[in-house]
């Protein structure tokens, strides 16, 4: 079975500069999480979707982050513009939304440095 | 809002020594308790899971164990291998689907 999909891995870009990183999550997955991984830290929640529904974006800068999941399977988070803080990894994971034993799978992440 | 904390931050020990890992959580409504491995540009892979209605659980060289009075978790590993090397992170959440809070993270290095 493949894991959770994220491209690109890596992405060098200046600041002011608008960027989308891509998630596709594990097959039969509906619920999706985009989290925000600084370097020595834990990941940290920015959105939650079961299918196509965002439930949980408390956590999202909504003045210059932006996410959607159109048809409930594949996701895509812009910043737009980036800042030189917004400089971490971030985490795609899926889980089966079923309620029990719903355990969150994660993809490799996406890299992100701004300059 | 849930607050993780994690010790020790790093953790170094002899192949064949075990390894213990402490969490300890604020929010009292949390049920569900992950350990996940992280290796170098990786992203973090579940490698166990308690939830409040279980004190200890065990598969093969982990364990981990759960207070839930005191609001405290562990993560035991015995006979360690060098592979076991990484960064090791618990976390907490009210179930398994909803927002995992994240300790700080273990660097563990095993020794050969």
């Known amino acids: 079975e493949a894991g959770v999909v994220q491209s690109p891995r890596y992405k060098i870009i200046e600041k002011k500069q608008p960027v989308a990183f891509w998630c596709n999550p594990i097959?039969?997955?509906?619920?999706l999480y985009w989290y925000l991984q600084n370097l020595g830290q834990g990941p940290e929640l920015l959105i939650r979707y079961e299918n196509e529904e965002a439930v949980d974006d408390s956590q999202l800068p909504k003045d210059r982050f932006s996410a959607e999941r159109l048809k409930g399977v594949d996701s895509t988070l812009k910043i737009q513009p980036a800042e030189l803080g917004d400089s971490a990894v971030y985490l795609c994971?899926?889980?089966?939304?079923?309620?029990?034993?719903?355990?969150?799978?994660f993809g490799p992440g996406t890299r992100l440095t701004v300059l | 809002g849930e607050n993780v904390e994690q010790h020790p931050s790093t953790l170094s020990v002899q192949e064949g020594d075990s390894a213990v890992i402490k969490c300890t959580y604020s929010d009292s409504a949390s049920n569900y308790f992950p350990w996940y491995k992280q290796e170098l540009g990786k992203g973090p892979q579940l490698i166990i899971d308690?939830?409040?209605?279980?004190g200890e659980k065990k598969d093969q060289r982990i364990a981990v164990t759960l207070n839930k009075t005191a609001k405290h978790f562990s993560l035991h590993i015995t006979e360690t291998q060098p592979e076991d090397s990484a960064v090791y992170f618990c976390a907490a959440s009210e179930t398994s689907g909803s927002r995992l809070t994240f300790g700080e993270g273990t660097q563990l290095t095993v020794n050969p």
């Open positions: 097959s039969g997955h509906n619920t």
């Open positions: 308690i939830r409040s209605n279980v």
């Open positions: 994971a899926s889980s089966s939304g079923t309620g029990f034993e719903d355990t969150q799978y």
